[in-house]
């Protein structure tokens, strides 16, 4: 292929493979331009902080801003931290209610959006509503729901006479309370998935186990939950990372009691950090919460495998 | 196996009590939908509901008449409080995020797509690796550059961090990774600047993501609320999400509470009445999370 052809081919298709004319190797400033203003934004603000996490978690930065190099002391602190201790328990056993409680209502609401063919798009509708609003605006309206003088759920309760039960004030109850406010504003996101997900399975698999007698519950067991798998997974890590993140509902419904029942991980970064300005050591919480973000997802990838 | 081959002639037998369960599904699933639709959209009946109700019926059951419909709840929390300001607030914050982020996102996908510069696979998937990071990981030295900078409780420093937004750059150079290429060169070849051939052709053929995009950026800041209590300290530059959070905290009478929480999610109500097509089908397409 000559240079002349190259020219003359520039207009006439894919033939002509990478024009070094004018083709975009000519000028790689261009694209460097281009990134630029994002890639200021990055370094500064992504990645700087990345690094500067593990720095300062081997430090104890202080207020003033003076700091000594102190190693993993941060660590060992945490270690025997009994704070530390309950705040990685609350954030526990919280995933352990709220992960299932999400994935089944998301799960039960998808299914029924699939079967229900009236007025489906409505029902999505009132089913997504809650996640667009903000999980401030949920545990202010939930926090008044579980009112004990004249909450919503108590006031209900009183006609079967039941209760008052103060939910927000009982250690037994106050994360169950908490995990379904994040449950009723977030199940609309894993729902679409899911929904999209069921969507997916091929109606003949469904339409062969019918003709093998396989009834409702069978062909739900053995034939869409097995093609969901996938997609159910998806749903199960990311909410799972998304309640090792719990802070919210928690700030705004009990400040994190009673007595700390519902003090979770990143709660005690916050306090750490803002309360007594002890940066280092708040550091240190944030780097085990990325470890644990980080080992969620990657046995997602292990489990999952290359189906992804 | 041999039975499945018997079935054929018998079918209509067999397909009988299957179709009579099938029409009482018909009933139950209906109504079962309708009842969680029912539980799910109460907590925001009884919200507007309080906001309305007269003061002095105090709260659930007691006067929900709609006939003492009243506005003076809402008066009363807007003079006692920041809230006008805490809109404004929140309006910057979320809107000049989603015109910055949907600029500098699709300029860097674009450049991403369809640019070949140093370093560019190198760059992309450290972006990607961004994405493993949780914001809250990161918080506290994000705090401390924004001290050095100077621009605590400041917009500066409300808006300029959050702007790295990784999932919208990945996003837009996935969806430029599909045009065709002779677009480009094309218009090269015409010795079109590179800035016009962003202008004239890229940002209106990605016009869909730009869209979609705008609506989650938009909802992220509007409903962010660890990093504007982190950042805006005092009372004049929070946001309604920290805002609303305050006055909870305040023992503000429950009917005004009710109605400030009404006034922040109308933004997202018109957001969502709008667009929830667009909201719902590209969540399903891409899974992003608001």
């Given at each position: 292929?000559?240079?002349?052809q190259?020219?003359?081919?520039?207009?006439a298709?894919?033939?002509?493979?990478?024009?070094?004319?004018f083709?975009?190797?000519?000028?790689?400033?261009?694209?460097?331009?281009?990134?630029?203003?994002m890639?200021?934004?990055?370094?500064?603000?992504?990645?700087?902080?990345?690094?500067g996490a593990?720095?300062?978690?081997?430090?104890?930065?202080?207020?003033?801003?003076?700091?000594?190099?102190?190693?993993?002391?941060?660590?060992?602190?945490?270690?025997?931290?009994?704070?530390?201790?309950?705040?990685?328990?609350?954030?526990?056993?919280?995933?352990?209610?709220?992960?299932?409680?999400?994935?089944?209502?998301?799960?039960?609401?998808?299914?029924?959006?699939?079967?229900?063919?009236?007025?489906?798009g409505?029902?999505r509708?009132?089913?997504f509503?809650?996640?667009?609003?903000?999980?401030?605006?949920?545990?202010?309206?939930?926090?008044?729901?579980?009112?004990?003088?004249?909450?919503l759920?108590?006031?209900?309760?009183?006609?079967?006479?039941?209760?008052?039960?103060?939910?927000?004030?009982?250690?037994?109850?106050?994360?169950?309370?908490?995990?379904?406010?994040?449950?009723?504003?977030?199940?609309?996101?894993?729902?679409?998935i899911?929904?999209?997900?069921?969507q997916?399975?091929?109606?003949?698999?469904?339409?062969?186990?019918?003709?093998?007698?396989?009834?409702?519950?069978?062909?739900?067991?053995?034939?869409?939950?097995?093609?969901?798998?996938?997609?159910?997974?998806?749903?199960?890590?990311?909410?799972?990372?998304?309640a090792?993140?719990?802070?919210?509902?928690?700030?705004?419904?009990?400040?994190?009691?009673?007595?700390?029942?519902?003090?979770?991980?990143?709660?005690?970064?916050?306090?750490?950090?803002?309360?007594?300005?002890?940066?280092?050591?708040?550091?240190?919480?944030?780097?085990?919460?990325?470890?644990?973000?980080?080992i969620?997802?990657?046995?997602?990838?292990?489990?999952?495998?290359?189906?992804? | 196996?041999?039975?499945?081959l018997?079935?054929?002639?018998?079918?209509?037998?067999?397909?009988?009590?299957?179709?009579?369960?099938?029409?009482?599904?018909?009933?139950?699933?209906?109504?079962?939908?309708?009842?969680?639709?029912?539980?799910?959209?109460?907590?925001?009946?009884?919200?507007?509901?309080?906001?309305?109700?007269?003061?002095?019926?105090?709260?659930?059951?007691?006067?929900?008449?709609?006939?003492?419909?009243t506005l003076?709840?809402?008066?009363?929390?807007?003079?006692?409080?920041?809230?006008?300001?805490?809109?404004?607030?929140?309006?910057?914050?979320?809107?000049?995020?989603?015109?910055?982020?949907?600029?500098?996102?699709?300029?860097?996908?674009y450049?991403?797509?369809?640019?070949?510069?140093?370093?560019?696979?190198?760059?992309?998937?450290?972006?990607?690796?961004?994405?493993?990071?949780?914001f809250?990981?990161?918080?506290?030295?994000?705090?401390?550059?924004?001290?050095?900078?100077?621009?605590?409780?400041?917009?500066?420093?409300l808006?300029?961090?959050t702007?790295?937004?990784?999932?919208?750059?990945f996003?837009?150079?996935?969806?430029?990774?599909?045009?065709?290429?002779?677009?480009?060169?094309?218009?090269?070849?015409?010795?079109?600047?590179?800035?016009?051939?962003?202008?004239?052709i890229?940002?209106?053929?990605?016009?869909?993501?730009?869209?979609?995009?705008?609506?989650?950026?938009?909802?992220?800041?509007?409903?962010?609320?660890?990093?504007?209590?982190?950042?805006?300290?005092?009372?004049?530059?929070?946001?309604?999400?920290?805002?609303?959070?305050?006055?909870?905290?305040?023992?503000?009478?429950?009917?005004?509470?009710?109605a400030?929480?009404?006034?922040?999610?109308?933004?997202?109500?018109?957001?969502?009445?709008?667009?929830?097509?667009?909201?719902?089908d590209?969540?399903?397409?891409?899974?992003?999370?608001?």
């Amino acid at each position: 292929m000559t240079n002349t052809q190259d020219t003359v081919a520039g207009r006439a298709g894919p033939a002509a493979g990478r024009r070094p004319r004018f083709g975009p190797r000519r000028r790689p400033w261009v694209g460097l331009l281009f990134v630029a203003p994002m890639l200021v934004l990055f370094l500064l603000f992504r990645f700087l902080p990345a690094i500067g996490a593990f720095f300062l978690s081997l430090t104890d930065y202080r207020i003033s801003g003076k700091w000594d190099f102190i190693a993993l002391d941060n660590y060992t602190r945490l270690l025997s931290d009994n704070v530390f201790h309950e705040a990685l328990l609350v954030t526990i056993t919280y995933t352990v209610i709220f992960v299932p409680l999400t994935v089944l209502l998301s799960l039960g609401t998808a299914v029924l959006l699939h079967q229900v063919v009236w007025n489906r798009g409505f029902f999505r509708g009132v089913f997504f509503l809650p996640y667009v609003t903000s999980i401030v605006l949920a545990a202010v309206i939930w926090k008044w729901i579980y009112d004990a003088q004249d909450g919503l759920l108590n006031s209900v309760l009183g006609l079967v006479s039941i209760g008052p039960i103060d939910f927000l004030s009982q250690s037994s109850t106050v994360l169950p309370s908490i995990a379904v406010t994040s449950a009723w504003k977030g199940f609309g996101y894993s729902m679409l998935i899911l929904l999209a997900g069921l969507q997916a399975v091929p109606k003949s698999y469904l339409e062969a186990a019918m003709i093998d007698g396989a009834g409702t519950w069978q062909r739900f067991r053995y034939v869409t939950l097995p093609q969901l798998r996938p997609v159910l997974f998806f749903v199960l890590v990311i909410e799972t990372i998304g309640a090792f993140q719990v802070f919210d509902a928690m700030y705004v419904m009990t400040g994190g009691g009673p007595v700390r029942s519902s003090y979770s991980l990143v709660y005690f970064l916050y306090d750490s950090g803002f309360k007594y300005f002890d940066f280092g050591y708040a550091s240190a919480i944030g780097l085990v919460l990325f470890l644990i973000v980080l080992i969620v997802s990657l046995v997602q990838r292990r489990l999952v495998g290359r189906d992804d | 196996m041999a039975q499945v081959l018997d079935r054929p002639p018998v079918r209509p037998v067999v397909e009988a009590p299957a179709a009579g369960r099938r029409t009482a599904g018909r009933l139950t699933l209906p109504t079962l939908l309708t009842l969680t639709a029912i539980v799910t959209i109460v907590p925001f009946a009884a919200m507007v509901l309080v906001a309305f109700a007269p003061p002095s019926g105090q709260t659930f059951p007691g006067a929900l008449n709609p006939a003492n419909f009243t506005l003076e709840n809402f008066s009363k929390v807007l003079s006692s409080s920041d809230i006008p300001r805490w809109t404004v607030n929140s309006l910057l914050y979320s809107l000049v995020s989603v015109a910055l982020v949907l600029l500098f996102a699709s300029m860097a996908g674009y450049a991403f797509a369809k640019k070949k510069f140093p370093g560019r696979e190198i760059m992309f998937w450290a972006f990607l690796a961004t994405l493993m990071v949780p914001f809250q990981a990161t918080l506290i030295p994000s705090y401390i550059l924004v001290a050095k900078l100077d621009w605590v409780d400041s917009y500066w420093g409300l808006i300029v961090p959050t702007l790295a937004n990784s999932q919208a750059v990945f996003l837009m150079r996935q969806f430029i990774l599909q045009l065709p290429d002779e677009l480009f060169e094309a218009a090269e070849i015409d010795g079109a600047p590179e800035w016009r051939i962003f202008t004239m052709i890229v940002l209106p053929l990605v016009r869909p993501v730009l869209a979609t995009l705008g609506i989650f950026v938009f909802l992220w800041h509007w409903n962010d609320f660890l990093w504007p209590l982190v950042i805006g300290q005092s009372g004049k530059m929070q946001t309604l999400t920290v805002g609303l959070a305050t006055l909870q905290g305040q023992a503000v009478p429950i009917n005004q509470l009710m109605a400030g929480a009404t006034i922040t999610v109308v933004p997202s109500l018109l957001v969502f009445g709008l667009l929830q097509r667009y909201l719902t089908d590209s969540i399903a397409m891409s899974g992003l999370k608001a």
